[in-house]
Structures are given as C-alpha cells and as structure tokens.
C-alpha cells in the first residue's frame, strides 16, 4: 500500500525580510510567534500586513522567521480580487513577478516583485524519499480522498533534511478538493 501522508491549505501569506518587518512593525521589531507550523523552524506570527494591488486588499498572515527577500503568496482567485498577475512558481523563484503594496501599522513598503501563486508541493526528508520512490525537483501526481476525490497533477516533490513530510496546495485547491480538515494524499503513477 502507498504512504500516505498529510495535506495542508497553504492560505494567503507574506515572508518577510528583516528590514520590512521593522518598517511595517516599527524599528527593532521582531517577528511573534503564534503557532508553529508543520514545517521544522517555521511559524506563523501574531503579526498581519494589509497586501495592496491595484483593485484592491486583502489582509494576510506574516509567516516566519525573516527571509532574505519579500515573498506574497496568494491563490490565483486572492490575485484576481486584488488585480495582479501571481505566475504559479516554487517559494522563493520571484524574479520578474509582479510586486504590490505592504501596509503595517507603522508603515508601508512597496514591493517591485514577489507576488506568486505557490506550486502545490510536497515537503519531504530523503528518507521519505527514498521509501517513496521519487526525488528531489520529480514532478509527480497526488489523489486526494475527500468528498470530491481530485487528483492533482504537476506536483513538485521537494527533498530537504530540513522538511517534514506534508504535502501544501492553495485556497482555491482546497476548495476545489473539499479538502478540509485532517485531509491525506498518496502519489499515484
């Protein structure tokens, strides 16, 4: 039988550099730990930024800790509502995407890219991996069993020590899935 392993909703968020944070939270801020994530290291913070484009905002969640760049990663429905274009990439690939506005409660910063949509993807170690049968950067397709089984294709595996294993779609996967709750994949050939 395959290995099934968990699948979360990656919802709206930014990551933030050092820099940013003390701009939109004010000088000497750090970032506030409100819950830890899946993610060894990773935290969502108590901290929200205003995300502004030019149709509109939304409110999103700082994920934490600082990085070396700004990164927003909305659905492709937060994008439309906000009127940018998020090309669909893996964390951290923002060259040449489009950028927005930040709006803290101490100020603002204007980002010239970094908005995307986040490729679904699975966090795993090379143990995972290799009990798996696939590598790191392997595209591979994931059946959910929910109450509108979906399998999503174009899934990237990434392999990392550092990663727990867990698979991460968007809002709008999720809702297409009815993937609620305590949800489980498995990689289908």
């Known amino acids: ?13 930014v990551h933030l550099t050092a820099e940013t944070v003390e701009t939109l939270f004010g000088k000497g801020h750090t970032l506030t730990n409100k819950k830890d994530l ?14 502004v484009g030019p ?18 990663e909305l659905s492709l429905t937060d994008a439309r509502t906000i009127g940018v274009v998020a090309p669909v990439r893996e964390s951290g690939d ?12 101490c100020g603002e910063v204007e980002i010239s890219e970094g908005v995307i949509a986040a490729k679904r993807h699975i966090h795993m170690t090379p143990a995972d991996a290799a009990e798996l049968g696939v590598s790191d950067k392997e595209i591979v397709s ?16 990434r392999v990392s020590d550092k990663f727990a294993l867990a698979m991460h779609i968007d809002t709008d ?6 993937a609620f709750g305590e949800v489980y994949g498995e990689i289908v050939k």
């Open 38 to 51: 899946s993610q060894p290291g990773q935290f969502a913070c108590e901290e929200k930024v205003t995300v």
């Open 142 to 157: 994931v059946k959910l069993d929910t109450e509108r089984a979906l399998t999503f294709s174009n899934v990237v595996v």
């Open 94 to 105: 923002i060259a040449g995407s489009f950028g927005c506005k930040l709006v803290g409660p």
């Open 55 to 72: 149709k509109g905002s939304l409110k999103a969640s700082v994920l934490g800790p600082t990085r070396p760049a700004d990164q927003v």
């Open 173 to 178: 996967e999720a809702n297409a899935a009815c």
């Open 1 to 13: 039988m395959a290995k099934k392993f968990i699948v979360e909703t990656s919802a709206r968020h």
